[in-house]
């Protein structure tokens, strides 16, 4: 996944990647997240049991934060940190600027021994990172829901990918590596396809609410995902009468919406 934020081709800026606990959840890459300016933001199953860091003795920590004084269980070593940071900084330019992909150092830096400083000094700023999220995540609502906000939509993109490629059960059984990516790109061009419409038309019908008094707020707006699929036939033959349809258009080639029910 970060291989794929630091080579986003596209003029939308990726800043930030919400997913379940399952194994993208570790040290390293809570680390590797941050130190090329990303932010790698969990939703953690048994968040009591995540070992979290502190930065001073277990009695001046617990009368400080009396009710998240007892998870904070590990003692932070900012020294090996501070010794090797212009070592994790280049690490992190060797990312950001191609000479390294993330799977390599975080396969690599994974199977390192504890005797290796940078990969220790790694963890322990993942520790870092991971402590300050979960600090935010369990006292901040907002912050939760908006995790879950974007899990959600994730979720349903990954829904409408499946419901397209329904003929395999949504394999891929190409044996090619090029097939298997000419495959994966076909469902990518079909899915921004649904996605593009279903956009479209969603404007369309906002700017109609909103020329009708109907009042649509941004923070509304900002929970509806256009990969929804209700709309979309995907079994069975589908006859369309070109010209018959054609005569429905608009003069921007667009379809009439329905009336809307208040």
Same mark, same amino acid.
């Given at each position: 996944?970060?291989?794929?934020?630091?080579?986003?081709?596209?003029?939308?800026? %990726?800043?930030?990647?919400?997913?379940?606990?399952?194994?993208?959840?570790? +040290? %390293?890459?809570?680390?590797?997240?941050?130190?090329?300016?990303?932010?790698?933001?969990?939703?953690?199953?048994? +968040?009591?049991?995540?070992?979290?860091?502190?930065?001073?003795?277990?009695?001046?920590?617990?009368?400080?934060?009396?009710?998240?004084?007892? +998870?904070?269980?590990?003692?932070?070593?900012?020294?090996?940190?501070?010794?090797?940071?212009?070592?994790?900084?280049?690490?992190?330019?060797?990312?950001?600027?191609?000479?390294?992909?993330?799977?390599?150092?975080?396969?690599?830096?994974?199977?390192?021994?504890?005797?290796?400083?940078?990969?220790?000094?790694?963890?322990?700023?993942?520790?870092?990172?991971?402590?300050?999220?979960?600090?935010?995540?369990?006292?901040?609502?907002?912050?939760?829901?908006? %995790?879950?906000?974007?899990?959600?939509?994730?979720?349903?993109?990954?829904?409408?990918?499946?419901?397209?490629?329904?003929?395999?059960?949504?394999?891929?059984?190409?044996?090619?590596?090029?097939?298997?990516?000419?495959?994966?790109?076909?469902?990518?061009?079909?899915?921004?396809?649904? %996605?593009?419409?279903?956009?479209?038309?969603?404007?369309?019908?906002?700017?109609?609410?909103?020329?009708?008094?109907?009042?649509?707020?941004?923070?509304?707006?900002?929970?509806?995902?256009?990969?929804?699929?209700?709309?979309?036939?995907?079994?069975?033959?589908?006859?369309?009468?070109?010209?018959?349809?054609?005569?429905?258009?608009?003069?921007?080639?667009?379809?009439? +919406?329905?009336?809307?029910?208040?």
């Amino acid at each position: 996944m970060l291989d794929d934020f630091l080579g986003n081709a596209t003029d939308l800026p %990726i800043a930030e990647h919400a997913t379940d606990t399952h194994g993208v959840v570790t +040290l %390293i890459n809570f680390a590797l997240f941050d130190l090329v300016g990303k932010a790698l933001t969990p939703r953690i199953r048994d +968040l009591g049991k995540v070992t979290l860091c502190r930065d001073d003795t277990p009695t001046a920590v617990n009368a400080r934060y009396p009710h998240a004084g007892p +998870l904070l269980t590990d003692r932070l070593d900012q020294d090996l940190i501070i010794e090797v940071w212009p070592d994790l900084l280049r690490m992190a330019g060797s990312l950001k600027f191609g000479q390294a992909t993330a799977s390599l150092i975080v396969g690599k830096w994974s199977a390192a021994s504890r005797q290796n400083t940078l990969a220790t000094a790694l963890k322990e700023w993942g520790t870092l990172r991971r402590t300050i999220h979960s600090a935010k995540y369990l006292s901040d609502p907002v912050y939760r829901r908006k %995790i879950s906000w974007q899990l959600n939509k994730g979720e349903s993109l990954h829904a409408l990918r499946r419901d397209l490629r329904y003929a395999n059960h949504g394999t891929v059984r190409r044996r090619q590596l090029e097939q298997q990516t000419e495959q994966a790109w076909c469902l990518t061009v079909l899915t921004n396809a649904v %996605i593009t419409w279903s956009t479209e038309y969603y404007a369309m019908a906002v700017d109609r609410l909103g020329a009708d008094g109907r009042d649509i707020p941004d923070e509304l707006l900002a929970h509806i995902s256009p990969a929804h699929s209700e709309n979309v036939n995907f079994f069975g033959t589908i006859s369309v009468d070109v010209e018959a349809e054609r005569a429905k258009l608009d003069e921007h080639g667009l379809r009439p +919406l329905r009336s809307f029910g208040v």
